[in-house]
């Protein structure tokens, strides 16, 4: 009966994610409101030029961190991933910290996606409410996710392949927009020295501060290939399929992201009116649709639209599985409630997907505070929750390949070495904390200061600060030593 009872109930992650699985979990996880919403407000602040600097800066923070955790994965897979890395090789205290900002970074992640896909269905229907959607979208995702990881895995393979192919439609398509061959005319490179008439002058709009604070906007559309690392603690084979999954999809994104940056530049100019500044100001409206808008094919419009619906919701997809798995990684080293420890017979954790299904729930608040308020604040929380997770793999990173030398172990035998340490994981540190307090610069440069907007844009980092600290008291943790880092 014992054994029996087991296999109801089992108590660890089964290992059923394939290569293929891993490489468009990274993708499904990455490209969403990103890059078909937020690109617009990075060329709409920066200009095409400071857009462009602003993500190849942040793919370059990405390849390193990406590259980081690839060999700190390869070796120890598990769904913990750095929350259990940062137990190990820092101080459990940030591990405690690590991973309940990165699920509270995804249930709000999973919400702002529900919002977005809500504002994506008033292209067609510009009279809805966006809370009904949301509610019926919610329950699609968590139903997809009641199901086992492999049929996770695969939906979202399917989900991340129409991303990528409709990327690469838009990209040929932008490049026939832009020398005349669709659209009936050459766009040229007006839009590269524009002007608006207000001291602004493309392609670099605002100078150095412009691109500081597009840094945030281009992180947070970066934001989900870390979800590879958990992802490996139910990879069939992670010493292969991680540094692989590592090495393909972070050039296929860096090459859609500054790709898609290129066309749009060209075809919209930063004044448009359309391009989200400074908030939503119609975000059904994304640079993408308004491209194939100016082409004047009305019907592909709509068509992309439907694509970015799609794109939407795997990425809230991604979100549900990445939140429920660190916030079962957490209680089964007792720094979450061992309830949300327990597997179903699928081997899903389900109560930690019905808890963070509840936060994202949060999404149906539009419907009282206006949907792109609601979305603004739910975006500004996770990006800077973002950048902490970054900075968290670093600091991880950093510590790991000096204990594991200085315990006599030689950096050839590792499965996968990152390159460039220990240059990678301090760029990415340094980087991450420039962003984390420089990004929101605008907040002190307005007119009249807003408690709201600072709350929301740097709440994240005290209250990260106390769960590190409080956890730290409590149980008197202290900085693990080198010569005690452990590798099993």
């Not at 490179?189 to 709009?205: E, I, M, R, Y």
């Not at 599985?321 to 990684?329: C, Q």
Request: hydrophobic content about 50%; glycine content about 10%; some cysteine.
């Amino acid at each position: 009966m014992a054994i029996k009872a087991r296999e109801d109930q089992p108590s660890e992650l089964k290992r059923s994610l394939k290569t293929r699985h891993m490489n468009m979990i990274a993708i499904g996880g990455s490209i969403g409101t990103g890059l078909f919403f937020t690109s617009g407000n990075t060329i709409s602040t920066a200009g095409p030029g400071g857009a462009i600097a602003a993500y190849a800066i942040m793919g370059i923070l990405v390849y390193f961190l990406m590259t980081s955790l690839g060999e700190m994965a390869t070796m120890l897979p598990n769904s913990g991933s750095f929350e259990t890395y940062a137990s190990k090789f820092v101080d459990p205290a940030l591990g405690f910290a690590l991973g309940w900002n990165y699920w509270f970074n995804w249930a709000i992640t999973v919400a702002a996606e529900l919002v977005a896909a809500g504002l994506v269905i008033k292209f067609w229907l510009p009279n809805t409410g966006t809370t009904i959607w949301s509610i019926g979208f919610l329950v699609i995702l968590f139903g997809l996710n009641l199901l086992s990881a492999k049929a996770y895995g695969e939906g979202e393979y399917w989900f991340a392949s129409i991303k990528v192919i409709t990327i690469i439609v838009f990209l040929v398509a932008g490049i026939l927009i832009i020398f005349g061959i669709m659209g009936g005319h050459s766009v040229g490179f007006h839009n590269w020295v524009l002007k608006d008439g207000k001291g602004n002058s493309a392609p670099f709009v605002g100078g150095g501060i412009a691109i500081l604070m597009s840094f945030l906007t281009a992180g947070f559309s970066f934001a989900g290939t870390e979800v590879v690392g958990l992802a490996a603690g139910e990879s069939e084979n992670p010493e292969k399929d991680v540094p692989k999954a590592i090495n393909s999809v972070f050039w296929r994104i860096l090459i859609f992201y500054i790709g898609a940056i290129i066309v749009i530049g060209f075809i919209i100019p930063f004044n448009d009116p359309n391009l989200l500044k400074n908030g939503v100001s119609d975000i059904a409206y994304s640079p993408f649709t308004i491209v194939f808008q100016r082409s004047g094919i009305a019907f592909a419009a709509s068509v992309m639209n439907a694509v970015i619906l799609t794109s939407v919701l795997s990425c809230g997809n991604s979100g549900l599985y990445a939140g429920s798995r660190m916030l079962f990684a957490m209680a089964k080293e007792g720094k979450a409630p061992k309830a949300l420890g327990k597997l179903n017979k699928r081997g899903v954790p389900l109560n930690a997907l019905i808890f963070t299904s509840v936060i994202a729930s949060s999404a149906f608040l539009a419907s009282l505070i206006g949907d792109g308020k609601i979305y603004s604040i739910l975006y500004n929380l996770s990006g800077i929750t973002t950048f902490i997770t970054w900075l968290g793999i670093a600091i991880c990173h950093y510590r790991f390949r000096k204990a594991y030398v200085m315990q006599g172990n030689k950096v050839e035998d590792l499965k996968y070495k990152a390159l460039w340490y220990p240059f990678g994981p301090i760029f990415a540190m340094i980087l991450c904390t420039i962003v984390l307090f420089g990004a929101n610069i605008w907040i002190f440069q307005a007119k009249a200061f807003s408690w709201f907007d600072f709350i929301t844009n740097y709440g994240s980092i005290p209250l990260f600060i106390c769960f590190y600290f409080a956890y730290k008291k409590i149980h008197k943790t202290k900085i693990v030593s080198l010569k005690e880092c452990d590798f099993e």
